[in-house]
């Protein structure tokens, strides 16, 4: 399977404590983007990277978060301290980085906090 | 603050006939339009996209219509099978990527 590949599906955990998802893209794909859904929700986008570099963060993107892909290839999506607001599905997404490429998306991480 | 509107969180069409999908977008400098098409437990999976040079792409089975005055899209699905009930998300591209809140699509065999 060729497709985007997002590290572990679910994750339960404790509010207060450190997460981390891992995020495999599409190998010839120098964009990777994470999003963040809740239930009725689309999508939202939390930040992009054209290969290492991380171009853009939204504002839900918080202090406790922080991600990185640190060799162009693999993503990791670290969440500190977590909270209840915390839950969501995150979904990764990669494409090519030139022209009108649509993203194409793993199957996502989904957080629970207790 | 919403850049992209789907208005219609459900669509139950029969088996056979269009199903017609909508969504308004509020930003005039979106140049790039997508539908993304959603199951239960699995992320989006991309179906058709359109650029604002545009104003209709098709593949098989799937139309997308662009209106750049109305700053509207639509997904033409036709005929519509049991196998395209889902849930269906238009995104809209500018320095980043915004997306609808979504349509369940019910075909009913």
């Known amino acids: 399977d060729t497709g985007v590949s997002q590290n572990p599906r679910h994750k339960i955990t404790k509010r207060g404590q450190n997460v981390t998802f891992r995020c495999d893209p599409i190998?010839?794909?120098?964009?990777l983007y994470w999003y963040r859904q809740t239930l009725g929700q689309g999508p939202e986008f939390l930040t992009y990277?054209?290969?290492?570099?991380?171009?853009?963060k939204s504002r839900l993107l918080s202090d406790r978060f922080s991600a990185e892909r640190p060799k162009g290839s693999f993503s990791t999506l670290e969440i500190q301290r977590t909270e209840q607001g915390d839950s969501a599905m995150y979904l990764c997404?990669?494409?090519?980085?030139?022209?009108?490429?649509?993203?194409?998306f793993g199957d996502g991480t989904r957080l629970s906090i207790l | 603050d919403q850049q992209v509107k789907q208005n219609s969180p459900s669509l139950s069409v029969q088996e056979g006939r269009i199903s017609i999908l909508n969504c308004d977008y509020t930003?005039?400098?979106?140049?790039?339009f997508l539908w993304y098409k959603k199951y239960p437990a699995e992320g989006p999976t991309f179906l058709i996209s359109?650029?604002?040079?545009?104003d209709k792409n098709e593949d098989g089975r799937f139309t997308v219509f662009l209106n750049k005055s109305a700053k509207h899209l639509s997904l033409h699905i036709v005929p519509s099978q049991p196998g395209d009930s889902a849930v269906y998300f238009c995104?809209?591209?500018?320095?980043?990527?915004?997306f609808g809140t979504g349509t369940s699509l019910t075909v009913i065999p």
């Open positions: 995104a809209a591209s500018g320095n980043q990527f915004y």
């Open positions: 990277f054209q290969n290492e570099a991380q171009l853009e």
């Open positions: 190998s010839e794909h120098n964009r």
């Open positions: 359109i650029s604002s040079i545009k």
């Open positions: 930003n005039s400098m979106f140049d790039y």
């Open positions: 997404a990669s494409s090519l980085g030139q022209g009108y490429q649509p993203q194409h």
